[in-house]
């Protein structure tokens, strides 16, 4: 099992899931790099915690306004159509239900939902921003991860280890290896890649995978 | 991405028997008074919407906007500050009879609880209404040494409010205090149902002078000569 | 006891209160009249429910903008400096406590600072508008009124039958014969009709006026 | 009524030991870094104010502004749901050894605390952080078959912010992004001290297009040509 998508592919794939017009928040770091990706002809509206919508790309280096930034502090740019709004309304858009999609990335994700993205234990300095109102507002809450970590241990867990972010709030995972649903507190299969074959896939993963129906090819191109 | 529809009654479809729909100003400033005799032409034409549960700070004025729905007998209950008008007959008659029902909210806890509904803040406490028949039945609670009430948010299938500006994706502005418990209740119903004045393009808005960012919107008709509910009223108009 | 101030006698006296610079909530009908009287030198800033600080007169007839009312839906105007702003934000300001002083109306005041001001019982239509918000945010409640009802009876009570606005709100009391506060539960006789005895005051109030300290002159000029 | 004062050092007078200070701006985007780097100068003039407990998304950067002010020795405590930046070391070197308290609060949770103690509402529920390590400690309540927390409402001795526009009466605007928690915090501090990059008469501001309303400002002061906390990062900056 050394084939694998990179990041920018996961980052692709979950991107062919957003609706055109959909109001989506993408988490800070790699789940950004899922804008990039949004099929032709489809226009998501973006969100972003410190108070703007419909934003666009990071401006030429040396034209930023950093009075215009993301919840990553990276200089942004404005589409027509966007607006400002202060902290309380943002958080009322994400906590309200208003958002379609939150895209987050993930230390581990639990079979019954649970997700652990923003503390790895008691070292070092504690901070987690807003992933724990994402995980409870947008209407569909997704992960992309690589499938294991770096030490090649599970990311797709029976039970989170380390401290919550949210509790039963995850409904897909695009992962490296494959795309999987959580649905009655279980994984369940729905694409993986090609070649690799369904033992393989279970045993990096850190529960049962559940199959039920066909399970799709997780093909993406060289992006 | 393009909200507007063509028609008033486009605009209000899918509003259907039993529903709770809050409909934004404050009297006259702010009524969205062609939605509303919309969906009344609706219901003179097949009987439906009826049942409904209202949302509003008053309870209509004279013959029009939301005491014609009255008349109509539209309206099973109204959830409200202060039904009372100028011309309260339509609401006064059928509640002296029992023919609608009637939830007296104070007014800023009724624009907390919608603003609550909008931000998925289930429960809040407020110092308004402790000790008072307003708050009988509702947990109480101390918090550093005085009494607050416990209430919960309010949320509805559907809003109809009136706007200054609209750009086609749903961003907003308002005219004057016309504002009041719009920008609220959009972010409170399932479908939200914007009367404009002026439709304009994405752009055409500032950015920094949008109040109802379009995430909370669904739908916008434009409606360049609207009726100021206020003036009709003055005029003894009655709807239908 | 025939002689006692008009209703604009009494608008007259509670504005002599009002601070320069303050912010200043009038409930809808008699409490509206004091804006007319603010001191030469002076201005308070007006709050109304609906959405507007710093509003100014009643157009002239036939120059209303029936979008630019109060909470009384009486046509206004604005002054230099003015804001518009949603219903939540208006109650924050009250609720908050941003108001200097709330004016109001009563139907009965007690000596524990008990409000009735918007039932007169089971009869008729209930309505409250902002009333049990502001008397809970407001920095200082005070209520303008007559001294005793239509038909004679004490206004200012030991407590209230009526249903009550809120409890121990109020702070002072401007009538058509005295000016009251309420200090720890009881009624302060600050201010009298200069004819007036304290006997006669005493037997049309329905608790005890106590003395502390000199009864100044409630004089008032023909306004 | 003229809320302005001529001088930075004015703006923040009263401004004591232990008293807790909101600052708006979410990294550099709305940072008042004038009203912070005055405080710092009163500090570094006279020793005080010390032990403050400072509220703001954020817990510094670089060695300017919020991380200036922990550098000195003059924070006491965070409260803060994101301690961590480009150039997070006047923070985490405190903090490792424990000089420095840390209340770590989720970005939203944040904001709608400071909204709350601004709009007098003492404790509300949100779904954010139930079942976590942050709910440790805190009442949980269901509501329609839902768990939510209690969360209480903050407030502040002072809060320093940074404008677009003001008018002397304390009306004002903000630029782009850097609204986030201004309009919050100057509604829930005792004490709103703004720094305005212009200060026009009343009526300068169309009453549309206000975003704090006077009500919640106490003083102001222009500074004309604001810096930039993200650009005095990156060329390096220390303060004093």
Known sequence: ?223 | MDKTVSDLATAVAGIEDGMTLMIGGFGGSGAPIELVHALIDRFRATGSPEGLIVINNNAGNGRIGIAAMIDAGMVAKMVCSFPRSADPRAFTEKYRVGQIGLELVPQGTLAERIRAGGAGIPAFYTPTSFGTDLAEGKPVAEFDGRMYVQERWLKSDAALIKAELADTMGNLTYRKAARNFSPLMAAAARLTVVQASKIVRPGGIDPEQIVTPGIFVNRIVEVADAQQEETLMRAGVAYG
Chains 1, 3 share one sequence.
């Open chain 1, 1 to 223: 099992m050394t084939e694998k998508l990179t990041n920018a592919q996961i980052a692709w794939r979950a991107a062919q899931d957003i609706a055109d017009g959909a109001y989506v928040n993408l988490g800070i770091g790699f789940p950004e790099m899922v804008a990039k990706f949004q099929p032709p002809g489809r226009q998501a509206v973006f969100h972003t915690e410190n108070g703007v919508l419909n934003f666009g790309e990071s401006p030429p280096e040396g034209e930023e306004d950093w009075d215009l930034i993301n919840a990553g502090k990276k200089a942004i740019t404005l589409k027509p159509g966007a607006a400002f709004f202060h902290h309380a309304d943002s958080f009322a858009m994400v906590r309200g239900g208003h958002l379609d999609v939150a895209i987050l990335g993930a230390y581990e994700v639990a079979e019954n939902g649970d997700l652990a993205n923003w503390s790895t234990g008691p070292k070092g300095v504690p901070a987690v921003g807003g992933a724990m109102d994402l995980v409870h507002g947008a209407k569909r809450v997704a992960v992309i991860t690589d499938h294991v970590t770096k030490d090649g241990r599970p990311k797709l867990v029976k039970r989170c280890g380390l401290p919550l972010t949210g509790v039963g709030c995850v409904t897909r995972v695009y992962t490296s290896l494959a795309v999987v649903d959580i649905e009655s507190q279980r994984f369940v299969l729905r694409e993986k890649l090609p070649k690799l074959s369904l033992d393989v896939l279970q045993a990096v993963t850190g529960a049962e995978l559940l199959v039920d129906g066909t399970i799709g090819d997780l093909i993406v191109p060289e992006v």
